[in-house]
Nanobody, 115 residues
Framework: QVQLVESGGGLVQAGGSRRLSCVASRSIFDITFMGWYRQAPGKQRESVAAITSSGNIHYADSVKGRFTISRDYAKNTVYLQMNSLKPEDTGTYYC?????????WGQGTQVTVSS
């Protein structure tokens, strides 16, 4: 079992940057999959970025070249660096990890990008 706490959300102007953090309550060294999802009002939750234990990384087409996912084993933390933000990036961002067959989610952090 693991608890996830996201932080770093807030209000940012279009073109700006923001870094989200997701701190896990246990070591992330052996976690198979860690990812960031977002959900805009009235829309389904969508995958934004993911990283596997072997280091494979996937980005949604809409964020490629602008967002970077990374992790710090010493801090049990996964990050999402978001640059060149657009109003359509607005939403609640959630951290997700897969441990075995179990899915765990954080409580989410709100990112609002103003035009």
């Amino acid at each position: 079992q693991v608890q996830l706490v996201e932080s770093g959300g807030g209000l940012v102007q279009a073109g700006g940057s923001r870094r989200l953090s997701c701190v896990a309550s246990r070591s992330i060294f052996d976690i198979t999959f860690m990812g960031w999802y977002r959900q805009a009002p009235g829309k389904q939750r969508e995958s934004v970025a993911a990283i596997t234990s072997s280091g494979n990384i996937h980005y949604a087409d809409s964020v490629k070249g602008r967002f970077t996912i990374s992790r710090d084993y010493a801090k049990n933390t996964v990050y999402l660096q978001m640059n060149s933000l657009k109003p359509e990036d607005t939403g609640t961002y959630y951290c997700n990890v897969l441990i075995g067959t179990m899915d765990y989610w954080g409580q989410g952090t709100q990112v609002t990008v103003s035009s």
